[in-house]
């Protein structure tokens, strides 16, 4: 059975600080360290209509 570690915000910040994940697009989600993937062009578009197009509540 493989079990995998979650991480706090403190590991986080200390591999931050330490250089571990330095010049890395990643984020700490549910104590995952998630690789993120930029928006492009479109899906930046796509994004700022469909803020336009929802209500603001």
């Known amino acids: ?3 995998l570690t ?3 915000v403190e590991d986080y910040h200390r ?3 330490a ?3 330095k010049n890395r697009k ?3 989600i549910n104590g995952e360290i998630i690789n993120i993937i930029l928006e492009g062009p479109v899906h930046r578009f796509i994004n700022h209509r469909a803020v336009k197009y929802l209500p603001n509540n």
């Open 1 to 3: 059975m493989t079990s």
């Open 6 to 8: 979650k991480w706090t």
């Open 15 to 17: 591999m931050i600080d």
């Open 19 to 21: 250089g571990i994940i």
């Open 26 to 28: 990643v984020e700490l």
